[in-house]
């Protein structure tokens, strides 16, 4: 089966997101089809900002360390980490030939704006072509801004649409019915169970920053406990985010 074929409306691709070459072998020897990156995670491992177009390199560097694990490969690229569309062409061909199958590439931007509609559209046209699945993010519930839908229609010559932060089933549903599409959501501990996303359409669920997160609270929690004291709540993504160095 295809990397595109994973992505079943009413049978997810459960995605989970690794961090480093540890994290993700540990993923691939569960027998997970596919695993993806968390841009989160390799902003933290490196010491740099997310989302701030920082971590090039370190993403390719995943990427290629990744290649041999008998799995696909979906590597989030934050927004193309440029807005040249010849520039983000450059870099996904590249993924290609490491033998990438796909790429998540977002509108959102590190100041919580988001990226002009017809700009994104070019990039978006810019990655394609590549023998790479593009999964077009629009970060308009994630940062709470623009119009959803608008941005779903908009983007509807990529391969596949992903607006993480959605998390009622109805929202949800709307925008299934909104597209051709396949539809990916983002997983929330306290949102809808993957039976429930399958229920209304969803062809991919992802966890994004989850495991980094939760393994930072286990390692935490272990600690901890030889003191015998209790461990905080899991961190959340702005509290990880917080911590990390500030764009430049």
Known sequence: MTFRELHRPGDPLLLPNAWDYGSAAMLAAQ????????SLGVAAVH????????TRAETIEL?????????????????????????????????????????NLEDGRADG??????????????????????????????????????????YGHADGLFVPGLSGLAEIAEVVEATDLPLNV???????????????????????SLLYRAALHGALASLLAIQ??????MPTYGEIAAILPAPQ
């Open 113 to 154: 704006t988001l990226r002009p509609i017809e700009l994104h559209q070019r990039i978006i046209e810019a990655a394609m072509g590549h023998g790479v699945f593009v999964n077009a993010r629009t970060d308009t519930a994630w940062l709470k801004t623009g119009d959803t839908l608008e941005r779903v229609r908009a």
């Open 228 to 233: 015998d004291k209790a461990a905080p709540a």
């Open 31 to 38: 027998g997970f089809p596919a695993i993806g990156t968390t």
């Open 186 to 208: 983002l997983y929330q501990p306290t949102g809808p169970t993957l039976a429930e996303l399958a229920g209304v359409g969803v062809a991919r669920v992802s966890t994004g």
């Open 47 to 54: 010491g740099k900002p997310d989302a701030a177009g920082a």
């Open 63 to 103: 990427a290629e360390s990744m290649k041999d694990l008998g799995v696909y490969v979906t590597v989030d690229i934050e927004g193309g980490f440029s807005d040249d569309p010849a520039e983000v062409a450059e870099l996904v061909a590249g993924l290609a030939a490491l033998g990438v199958a796909g790429v």
